[in-house]
């Protein structure tokens, strides 16, 4: 029997199919496929919620709120598509059905990585708005407006696409695998170097505040806002961080050492892990900021009438407040 397992191997595109594998790693390939289906609908739901919020909330009527619709609608569609088809995939991998293995797996493959980039890209480009804002003071809304917000999002999304298309096409797999590690690696250097930079910035803003004359409160609650948002960015980009890169190590072990049925039972789990991100972003932008909290109590519960905090507990302030001023 395992010699005719053995030979159970077939190609779907650049993917292996190997019946003997996916036999030893069953147990694994079982639990990632429930797991799978746990976070599905709270990875659509909350992403769902999320939009709806801030689409009600009129501290979130502002460019860089596009930055967020485009963070949770790769999320979404992480939810939407990439999930189920991971679950089809390994049903089919389980019950040898090697026409749905193959089309959901390049499905995966291509979605999934589209998504995955654009989502590590929109996080950079808050950590760069950010930076902006606290840095620009009274020019930050001149410099950054809808069009250009709108600009730049729409460009992330193509040049992923760009990426996964052209990866095709080149037949050394460690090229590919050095390409995507330098974007990885740049990606979150630039994240840190911009809230480093910004956090800097207003701890030294709120000791100028703390010296200054006159009225201060106002400021005082702008620039504690504004580092509210940072830590909740912060958390965000740190968690995703934790979800992919189990995922990563996984797909690079196999690239170096060889696919085995070990490698491909950790790569399963900890490409579910990965997918959880899509239901714990939304999560921690409700727990961290009360504007959006609040507003997605009204979406769940709107006759009770619950009543908005005060504008000192809006995660993002308006646009007509979402400066800084300079000091010295």
């Given at each position: 029997m395992d010699g005719n397992i053995s030979s159970m191997t077939r190609h779907c595109f650049f993917l292996v199919y190997d019946s003997k594998r996916i036999l030893l790693a069953r147990d694994a390939y079982i639990a990632a496929a429930v797991i799978n289906c746990i976070t599905l609908l709270p990875a659509i739901i909350l992403n769902v919620l999320l939009m709806m919020a801030m689409y009600r909330s009129p501290a979130f009527r502002k460019p860089s709120t596009l930055l967020l619709y485009s963070l949770s609608s790769s999320d979404l569609l992480i939810g939407l598509i990439v999930q189920p088809a991971y679950i089809a995939k390994k049903v089919g991998e389980l019950t040898d059905n090697f026409n749905l293995y193959c089309q959901n797996a390049f499905l995966i493959y291509n979605f999934g990585k589209v998504l995955t980039g654009v989502s590590f890209l929109t996080l950079t480009l808050i950590s760069v708005d950010r930076y902006l804002l606290v840095t620009s003071g009274i020019d930050y809304p001149t410099k950054v407006t809808n069009y250009r917000v709108g600009f730049v999002i729409a460009l992330s999304w193509l040049f992923m696409i760009a990426i996964i298309i052209?990866?095709?096409?080149?037949?050394?797999?460690?090229?590919?695998?050095?390409?995507?590690?330098?974007?990885?690696?740049?990606?979150?250097?630039?994240?840190?170097?911009?809230?480093?930079?910004?956090?800097?910035?207003?701890?030294?803003?709120?000791?100028?505040?703390?010296?200054?004359?006159?009225?201060r409160s106002q400021l005082q609650a702008n620039t504690a806002r504004y580092k509210k948002f940072i830590i909740t960015m912060i958390w965000v980009f740190v968690v995703f961080l934790l979800c992919y890169t189990p995922y990563m190590v996984a797909t690079t072990l196999a690239a170096v050492i060889g696919e085995t049925a070990s490698i491909w039972s950790a790569e399963s789990l900890c490409g579910v892990i990965a997918y959880s991100h899509s239901c714990l972003n939304p999560a921690i932008l409700f727990w961290r900021m009360a504007e959006i909290r609040n507003a997605g109590k009204n979406i769940l519960m709107p006759k009770s009438k619950i009543k908005l905090k005060d504008q000192s507990q809006i995660s993002i302030p308006d646009k007509t407040v979402e400066t800084i001023p300079k000091f010295g």
């Open positions: 052209t990866q095709h096409f080149i037949p050394n797999r460690a090229t590919v695998f050095i390409l995507i590690a330098l974007l990885i690696g740049s990606c979150v250097a630039i994240t840190t170097i911009c809230y480093v930079m910004a956090l800097h910035k207003i701890r030294r803003q709120k000791n100028a505040i703390r010296l200054a004359s006159g009225p």
